[in-house]
């Protein structure tokens, strides 16, 4: 198994729709996640943290399960500035590493 | 304004050259790393420095060298630069290894 794993997508959604994207990782000792945002040809952006008690901004939702080791984020009321591909990043316990996933790429379509 | 900053943006070489990358954040961060995206898209940790000393050293070929001068800045030197470099190389910083911030990339292209 792949210490993070995302689903590649493309993920094509309408404007307006709720999208939600999971990450799973291998670590059960993992303790910090985050998720990013990463348009094309520019860095990686903190979108979110994820607690465990579960993080909302806004439209955005990230939750963790850590019972089956995955984090989720939900992005309700789409919108076209939404498109980008999504990483997330979980911590390797007792270090500063992360691991990044390959990242999930949604198209909002008008 | 800029937190995390890098220098060259670009940067375009030939086989066999030695370039040097420049990092620099004023977010009085403690922890600084080096990432490299492929073009696959697959960011992967190359080295991080916390306090100005290595605690990250993943399995990179030893003609990377990180140098951090003091905790604003890291550097990365690249000698005898080969095709496979070729790929964007990212600057992070954190506060105690929580989230990270990116700088914009150098895009390095060696022919």
Redesign the interface.
Known sequence: RKEVEQDPGPFNVPEGATVAFNCTYSNSASQSFFWYRQDCRKEPKLLMSVYSSGNEDGRFTAQLNRASQYISLLIRDSKLSDSATYLCAVNIPGTYKYIFGTGTRLKVLA | DTAVSQTPKYLVTQMGNDKSIKCEQNLGHD?MYWYKQDS??????MF?Y?NKEL??NETVPNRFSPKSPDKAHLNLHINSLELGDSAVY?CAS?L??????????TRLTVT
């Open positions: 922890t696959k898209k697959f960011l992967k940790i991080s916390n605690i990250i990212f954190s105690r290894g929580y989230e990270q911030y990116f700088g914009p990339g």
